[in-house]
């Protein structure tokens, strides 16, 4: 049982940043891989970044590739996302999920969720 749970959200201008913040619960946090997707109205969820386990790799979508930055602080049971430079289409909501290994892109592998927040980029 992990309850995930995301912060950091809200309005930011083009060319702006954002660092959204997902809290675990329980006591078995580096045992997870970790993952950030987004999902804007009308499509799929998309996948933006994971981090491994020790937060040794991390992986990104192309699209957020040198403006997003993954890590994780298993000291306190949560993983980061820093925004720098975001742009119109970055506007989506913003959930972390929490997987076993070999989950990486693969949304429908993670086991865990937390509930999103709203990042929206106006131009």
């Known amino acids: 049982q992990v309850q995930l749970v995301e912060s950091g959200g809200g309005l930011v201008q083009a060319g702006g940043s954002l660092r959204l913040a997902c809290a675990a619960s329980?006591?078995?946090?580096?045992?997870?891989?970790m993952g950030w997707f987004r999902q804007a109205p009308g499509k799929e969820r998309e996948f933006v970044s994971a981090?491994?386990?020790?937060?040794?790799?991390?992986y990104y979508a192309d699209s957020v590739k040198g403006r997003f930055t993954c890590s994780r602080d298993n000291a306190k049971n949560t993983v980061y996302l820093q925004m720098n430079s975001l742009k119109p289409e970055d506007t989506a909501v913003y959930y972390c999920?929490?997987?076993?290994?070999?989950?990486?892109?693969?949304?429908?592998?993670?086991?865990?969720w937390g509930q999103g927040t709203q990042v929206t980029v106006s131009s």
């Open positions: 981090i491994s386990r020790s937060g040794g790799s991390i």
């Open positions: 329980g006591r078995t946090f580096s045992t997870y891989v």
């Open positions: 999920a929490a997987g076993p290994f070999g989950v990486r892109e693969i949304a429908e592998k993670y086991d865990y």
